[in-house]
């Protein structure tokens, strides 16, 4: 199965097919077999282990099942929830085995459809799952192979290991400000205080009487022994900062303090050191995926953005046929809630994927910083005259059509073109402009109509308001005109 199904023919796939839905736990599956018209063939819930026991008993109970309902084949649904699922759905596609997933928030909407209760449990949950099959509301499992699945798994380890040096950071900045005032200002601010100079001496001293009575020949003597290629100036200057600022250290709790202090190095240079594996593996994967050269001759995009990009969507061609499945992956599509007169305000559906958007909006503000191309889009989507858009609307926009560059960029196998991205602009503007040569035509005809019934009579207040309106419409889109952006007609338009 693949992604390129509406839901009309996502029904039309599984309408002759037995639904096996699982809610998949960390123990046990749960199973019910269902068919398109919503019939149930077991009224009461199967249980099997999550195991590979359990998954051999659930193929002989799906193949007797399949039997006695009258099918040839059989689809299998589950959440993509957790990590229990990867292993049934990567045995099963294997097996080549069709494997879809329903949203987990979907499941828990259905539940009341079920019964009639809010009641939402494991033997409920697959009656649900079995509902959104026969609705078309399911994705197909995909398994990204090769690269690609090397690709995932680096990124998110990096990305793991990424959180794990920040918060353990943060635990360093935490003790230091407790119990070594003034230490962390002798380091730059760049991974200034997870530095191996000032890591080395914290390994030695923990709190101000310990920097105190190693003095700056001591330091000197740590930095030595480490290999370190340290300033005596440096060194003078943190034992300066600590005597300073002793006084306002807290100092109880010695011991354990000096515990807490060699406890938080040691995860952090783990984490480091991990990190920074984690990144050699992913600069060196990404060179590996087609198309990953066309994204990173755009600068401003770096091998960790590219990686994180194919990271989540994966193998771009096999999986999408146009860049709108793309947009809604990221759940940047526009969705409007409206009923009878009220017309809600747009927004972005938000359905997708977290981790692309955020990505996404990575690349942007790198991109904007420093490719000057992107910039007049950006101004283009604020100023223009027909909808104009808040800084913030406009980010997502541009998020928007980066997806639909990138998308190009890949399927066609083509370089970023600056101009083509730009061309873009001008065909809106050329569009609004001659909007504006019809409208001014159409003022025109109205004057002509107003003068001409005038003929042989005296100038009322209604005609001679009549005439200026007409004219406040004329000037508001030749000024419009004048700025490349044009709107229909001004507000003073429609009284004319």
């Known amino acids: 199965m693949s992604m390129h199904y509406t839901t009309k023919q996502k029904i039309e796939q599984v309408k002759n097919k037995l639904f096996v839905s699982i809610d998949v736990g960390k123990w046990f599956l749960h199973v019910k077999y269902m068919d398109y018209t919503r019939t149930v063939y077991n009224k009461k819930t199967y249980c099997f282990s999550n195991s590979s026991k359990g998954f051999d008993d659930l193929l002989d109970c ?27 759905a990567i045995r099963l596609e294997s097996m080549c085995l069709p494997v879809v997933t329903v949203n987990q928030n979907h499941t828990k909407n259905v539940a009341e459809i079920v019964d009639g209760s809010q009641r939402k449990d494991d033997n409920k949950d697959p009656e649900g799952i079995g509902i959104l099959m026969a609705l078309g509301a399911w994705t197909p499992f995909y398994r990204p192979e090769g690269e690609y699945a090397e690709i995932r798994k680096a990124y998110r380890l990096l990305e793991r290991w990424t959180e794990d040096t920040t918060r353990y950071t943060n635990e360093l900045h935490g003790y230091l400000d407790k119990h070594l005032p003034g230490y962390e200002s002798c380091f730059g ?34 930095w030595k022994e480490s290999g370190l290629h340290g300033k005596k100036d440096k060194a003078e200057k943190i034992v300066n900062a600590v005597y300073s600022s002793k006084g306002y250290a807290i100092t109880d709790g010695a011991e354990t303090a000096r515990y807490e202090l060699s406890s938080i190095i040691r995860k952090l240079e783990l984490a480091i050191e991990t990190e ?38 994966g193998d771009l061609k096999k999986r999408f046929s146009n860049s709108k499945q793309l947009i809604k992956l990221a759940g940047l599509n526009i969705v409007i809630h409206s009923s009878g007169r009220h017309k809600g305000e747009a927004h972005i559906s938000k359905r997708g994927c977290p981790e692309l958007r955020t ?20 101004e283009h989507y604020m100023t ?28 066609h196998d083509e370089d970023f073109d600056e101009k083509k991205m730009l061309g873009d602009i001008k065909r809106m503007d050329k569009t609004k402009v001659s909007s504006a040569v019809n409208e001014a035509g159409k003022l025109t005809n109205e004057l002509d109509l107003v003068l001409y019934g005038m003929q042989g009579e005296t100038l009322t207040c209604e005609t001679v308001e009549k005439i200026r309106g007409i004219g406040r419409a004329m000037k508001g889109l030749v000024a419009s005109a004048e700025r490349g952006t044009v ?10």
């Not at 000032?198 to 390994?203: N, R």
């Open 62 to 88: 799906t193949k007797t099942m399949l039997d006695a309902a009258g099918y040839d084949e059989a689809v299998f649904g589950m959440e993509p929830t957790g990590h229990y699922w990867l292993n049934p």
């Open 384 to 411: 223009r005259t027909d909808h104009p858009l808040s800084a913030i609307k406009a980010n997502v926009a541009m998020c928007n059509k980066l997806l639909r560059i990138f998308y190009a960029m890949i399927v």
């Open 189 to 222: 601010k760049d991974r200034g205080i997870t530095s191996a100079l000032c890591l080395s001496v914290l390994k030695k001293a923990a709190l101000p009487e310990d920097i105190l009575d190693l003095g700056a020949a001591g330091i000197m003597n740590i």
């Open 276 to 313: 920074d594996g984690a990144e050699r593996l992913v600069r060196k994967t990404v060179e590996l995926i087609p198309g990953a050269q066309h994204l990173l001759k755009i600068k401003g995009i770096s091998y960790r953005t590219a990686a994180g990009f194919f990271a989540i969507v």
């Open 359 to 378: 990505a996404l909006y990575r690349v942007l503000t790198a991109l904007l910083e420093n490719t000057p191309a992107f910039k007049p889009i950006k």
């Open 487 to 496: 709107k229909e007609a001004v507000p003073d338009a429609a009284g004319a």
